[in-house]
């Protein structure tokens, strides 16, 4: 079974930048046919998606509020994708989680929560 470890998140000033990364274990499953993306949730507030790649050919998407300000990537051989978020604003504070889906399979991981202060 796929099990999702992110990490990264933490407390920064408006402005900043932080990189959260979800490394994906065994290190041999086979996440071609995934793509994995990482969706937020602030207090009060429905997770909502913030971006997604395919882990087969790359093909970002983002969320609007996102587009210009976060990157997301992959790394294959280390089952692992990033993502990088720079010019944070306040209203970026939520707990991000990690998520990896395919047809078939929708997989978590735990969350790292992401502080932004004004």
């Known amino acids: 079974e796929l099990q999702l470890v992110d990490s990264g998140g933490g407390l920064v000033q408006a402005g900043g930048s932080l990189r959260l990364s979800c490394k994906a274990s065994?290190?041999?499953?086979?996440?071609?046919?995934?793509?994995i993306g990482w969706f937020r949730q602030a207090p009060g507030k429905e997770k909502k998606g913030v971006a997604c790649i395919s882990m087969r050919d790359g093909t970002a998407f983002y969320e609007d509020s996102v587009k210009g300000r976060f990157t997301i990537s992959k790394d294959n051989a280390k089952s692992t994708v990033y993502l990088q978020m720079n010019s944070l604003k306040p209203e970026d504070t939520a707990v991000y989680y990690c998520n990896a889906n395919n047809p078939r399979m929708n997989y978590w991981g735990k969350g790292t929560l992401v502080t932004v202060s004004s």
């Open positions: 065994p290190s041999g499953f086979t996440f071609d046919d995934y793509a």
